[in-house]
């Protein structure tokens, strides 16, 4: 079992920089994929970026490229999101998830993860 609590959120202007962290508790953390999705009102879960679980290979949604970062520290059983130069259409409410199975490509699925955080909000202002 997994929990994950995500923090970081808050209200921020356009080409500005947030960072996200999600503390996970359990004792296998080092082991899973973790992933950060984001919701905006009205539309579906999106995937963001995802993290093996070396830290070694990270995958990124198109609109994520080059803005945005995900790290983790397994030490500390928590995984990061970096966001700069953040864009009005970054408002979403931004969830963590954590996958323990095993598939080979980037991980963009909510079906493939198996425990989820409540969310933190993010709002970029113009």
């Known amino acids: 079992q997994v929990q994950l609590v995500e923090s970081g959120g808050g209200l921020v202007q356009a080409g500005g920089s947030l960072r996200l962290s999600c503390a996970a508790s359990?004792?296998?953390?080092?082991?899973?994929?973790m992933g950060w999705f984001r919701q905006a009102p009205g539309k579906e879960r999106e995937f963001v970026a995802a993290i093996r679980w070396s830290g070694g290979s990270t995958y990124y949604a198109d609109s994520a490229k080059g803005r945005f970062t995900i790290s983790r520290d397994n030490a500390k059983n928590t995984v990061y999101l970096q966001m700069n130069s953040l864009k009005p259409e970054d408002t979403a409410v931004y969830y963590c998830?954590?996958?323990?199975?095993?598939?080979?490509?980037?991980?963009?699925?909510?079906?493939?993860?198996?425990?989820w955080g409540q969310g933190t909000q993010v709002t970029v202002s113009s």
């Open positions: 998830a954590a996958a323990s199975l095993y598939y080979s490509g980037s991980y963009p699925f909510p079906s493939q993860y198996d425990y």
């Open positions: 359990g004792r296998s953390f080092s082991t899973y994929t």
